[in-house]
């Protein structure tokens, strides 16, 4: 394929994923208080590894307050490489318009789906400043309408990653030649560069993950047996022992979420294998939905994602964010529904 036809394929795969080169304007209501006006990424089509920003403009009506998170819920190949900004202007009619800027990763070629927004919002209270706020702000106890917050989640569609101009080369090189010689042949220079290039990310990618095991042998102690959970009562008691280890305090926070979705993971798994600890936190939502139900699950989910990013991602809440989401987890399963 020719680098003319493979953008043109690139392109094509990102307007399915539901966004087209440039600006792409989406008047999209995100729940009573705000709307998204628009989203577009620099460079229009990065490069694959290449860190790209994602802007969002996000437009807030009069008196509304709406916390944007530090970073985005990662989709399957996409997720954030560091912590987002915003800036505010005037909007029409009293309104406020706020452009927010993220840091962007993609790890796969072609259409990429685009992380998504998570976005929590309410009206000022009076005396109150309207406007963006940073989701750290927001209150420790669960959230829930009754508390006059909104929640929504913006999905953002997809971006068309392009290889790396070496990768391309040596794929346009790839042509039928005729048989070499013994004494030499027509070898493509940029074979070697890509073949070259290629090993040296690999043994990049195999030091920061020996590092990463390096440091977490010398941080965690040895996690002790894993009980099994007949029972809601179980459950209750292996995340109230939890809590009570305090290791989202003392600097262990991915343990403390990983142990918390893992008391969930082994709960809804007891009769059923496929929801055992092989699941992802996404995966485990996911089966969650299919069994019970959009409803069931729906305060699950926020919580869920958080240890996700925690554990595979760059953010890391405070130990009061963590316990939110904790006491979010804890009240799913004392009320989860039985069958």
Same mark, same amino acid.
């Given at each position: 394929?020719?680098?003319?036809? +493979?953008?043109?394929?690139?392109?094509?795969?990102?307007?399915? !994923?539901?966004?087209?080169?440039?600006?792409?304007?989406?008047?999209?209501?995100?729940?009573?208080?705000?709307?998204?006006?628009?989203?577009?990424?620099?460079?229009?089509?990065?490069?694959?590894?290449?860190?790209?920003?994602?802007?969002?403009?996000?437009?807030?009506?009069?008196?509304?307050?709406?916390?944007?998170?530090?970073?985005?819920?990662?989709?399957?190949?996409?997720?954030?490489?560091?912590?987002?900004?915003?800036?505010?202007?005037?909007?029409?009619?009293?309104?406020?318009?706020?452009?927010?800027?993220?840091?962007?990763?993609?790890?796969?070629?072609?259409?990429?789906?685009?992380?998504?927004?998570?976005?929590?919002? +309410?009206?000022?209270?009076?005396?109150?400043?309207?406007?963006?706020?940073?989701?750290?702000?927001?209150?420790?106890?669960?959230?829930?309408?009754?508390?006059?917050?909104?929640?929504?989640?913006?999905?953002?569609? %997809?971006?068309?990653?392009?290889?790396?101009?070496?990768?391309?080369?040596?794929? #346009?090189?790839?042509?039928?030649?005729?048989?070499?010689?013994?004494?030499?042949?027509?070898?493509?220079?940029?074979?070697?560069?890509?073949?070259?290039?290629?090993?040296?990310?690999?043994?990049?990618?195999?030091?920061?993950?020996?590092?990463?095991? #390096?440091?977490?042998?010398?941080?965690?102690?040895?996690?002790?047996?894993?009980?099994?959970?007949?029972?809601?009562? #179980?459950?209750?008691?292996?995340?109230?022992?939890?809590?009570?280890?305090?290791?989202? +305090?003392? %600097?262990?926070?991915?343990?403390?979420?990983?142990?918390?979705?893992?008391?969930?993971?082994?709960? !809804?798994?007891?009769?059923?294998?496929?929801?055992?600890?092989?699941?992802?936190?996404?995966?485990?939502?996911?089966?969650? +939905?299919?069994?019970? %139900?959009?409803?069931?699950?729906?305060?699950?989910?926020?919580?869920?994602?958080?240890?996700?990013?925690?554990?595979?991602?760059?953010?890391?809440?405070?130990?009061? =964010? =963590?316990?939110? #989401?904790?006491?979010?987890?804890?009240?799913?399963?004392?009320?989860?529904?039985? %069958?």
């Amino acid at each position: 394929m020719t680098s003319r036809a +493979r953008s043109i394929a690139l392109l094509l795969m990102a307007v399915l !994923c539901g966004t087209a080169s440039g600006q792409t304007t989406r008047q999209t209501q995100v729940g009573s208080s705000a709307r998204l006006i628009g989203f577009t990424n620099e460079p229009v089509e990065p490069e694959f590894g290449e860190v790209f920003t994602l802007r969002i403009n996000v437009r807030l009506a009069p008196g509304a307050i709406a916390f944007f998170p530090d970073t985005l819920l990662p989709a399957n190949a996409s997720f954030s490489a560091g912590s987002g900004n915003w800036t505010v202007t005037p909007g029409p009619a009293d309104s406020v318009d706020v452009h927010a800027a993220y840091p962007v990763l993609a790890v796969m070629n072609g259409g990429v789906e685009l992380p998504s927004l998570e976005l929590w919002t +309410r009206r000022a209270a009076p005396g109150e400043a309207a406007g963006p706020k940073s989701s750290s702000a927001l209150p420790a106890a669960p959230l829930d309408s009754s508390g006059g917050f909104e929640h929504a989640v913006v999905y953002l569609g %997809g971006v068309p990653i392009i290889p790396l101009r070496e990768m391309a080369a040596a794929e #346009d090189a790839l042509i039928p030649r005729p048989a070499a010689d013994v004494e030499g042949g027509n070898w493509a220079a940029g074979v070697f560069v890509a073949l070259a290039l290629l090993g040296l990310a690999a043994a990049l990618l195999a030091w920061l993950l020996a590092s990463r095991a #390096d440091g977490d042998a010398a941080t965690r102690a040895d996690p002790p047996a894993e009980p099994e959970l007949h029972t809601r009562a #179980d459950a209750l008691r292996e995340l109230d022992r939890i809590r009570e280890l305090g290791w989202h +305090r003392n %600097g262990r926070v991915i343990d403390f979420y990983d142990e918390t979705t893992g008391v969930l993971r082994r709960y !809804c798994g007891r009769d059923e294998p496929e929801h055992g600890a092989a699941l992802t936190s996404s995966e485990l939502v996911a089966r969650l +939905r299919g069994r019970w %139900g959009d409803g069931a699950v729906e305060a699950l989910g926020s919580a869920v994602w958080a240890a996700e990013r925690a554990k595979f991602g760059s953010y890391r809440p405070s130990a009061d =964010a =963590a316990e939110r #989401d904790w006491s979010t987890v804890r009240a799913w399963v004392e009320s989860a529904p039985e %069958g």
